[in-house]
């Protein structure tokens, strides 16, 4: 992949999301990806508007909330998207492992998944925000992710919450029910809090351990 791939192009401005995925889905056309937390419905409402033929993967750890599940269906069913759930290798059973070894356990039900689900892609969409707290100051809005060998996109990077919410009551769209229960960052349920007003965004996840994230975005400083 040629580093001319992953600058902007001049025309984009860096908070024009809905471009930036029109633009993605013309250069890499089907070898375009997008992963969704679906911790909120605003890049998912973006990509199914600007790259409708773009597949969404949801990467299911066997430990998502109920309420991410349903939300996930919700919005497929309103929005007419390619949802592809993407599970753990069928050796990889419920366990507690959560308990003792998280890295192995992100590995197994998050890493190895995710390396599926990028295989033949050349192009990556990811809901990344500067926001999210320090570990993703930097994060670009295009970067090449060179542990993955993949151009990595991420057209919210500049946004803030306020842009996010805004969105939100423009197009009319639902919230994942944990939103409003003090969950600004959802991941897996064991390993996911509610955060109090004034801690950082990612202070509920792996709380009291030292991990930060999950391994999905090691290819850059985010
Ligand atoms: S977030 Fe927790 S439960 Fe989910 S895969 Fe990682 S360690 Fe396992």
């Given at each position: 992949m040629s580093t001319a791939a992953t600058e902007l192009p001049?025309?984009?401005?860096?908070?024009?999301a809905a471009g930036i995925i029109a633009w993605a889905a013309g250069e890499f056309a089907d070898r375009l990806v997008f992963t969704a937390s679906f911790e909120d419905p605003v890049l998912v409402h973006l990509v199914a508007e600007h790259a409708p033929r773009t597949p969404i993967v949801l990467l299911d750890t066997q430990y998502l909330f109920a309420e991410t599940l349903w939300f996930a269906q919700k919005l497929q069913a309103t929005l007419g998207f390619d949802l592809q759930v993407v599970r753990p290798l069928?050796?990889?059973?419920?366990?507690?492992q959560w308990m003792t070894d998280v890295e192995s356990c992100c590995h197994r039900r998050k890493v190895e998944p995710l390396q599926r689900a990028l295989s033949g892609k050349a192009a990556w969409i990811t809901g990344i925000r500067?926001?999210?707290g320090p570990t993703r100051?930097?994060?670009?809005?295009v970067a090449f992710d060179a542990a993955r060998d993949i151009v990595k996109i991420n057209?919210?990077?500049?946004?803030s919450d306020g842009d996010l919410a805004s969105y939100i009551i423009e197009h009319e769209l639902p919230v994942n029910p944990l939103t409003e229960r003090g969950y600004p960052s959802i991941g897996c349920w064991p390993c996911t809090r509610p955060v109090a007003p004034g801690e950082d965004k990612r202070a509920g996840r792996w709380s009291g351990q030292a991990k930060t994230e999950c391994g999905l975005h090691v290819g850059e400083k985010s």
């Open positions: 001049a025309h984009l401005d860096e908070r024009d069928a050796e990889v059973r419920p366990d507690d500067r926001v999210d100051a930097d994060a670009p809005v057209p919210l990077a500049a946004w």
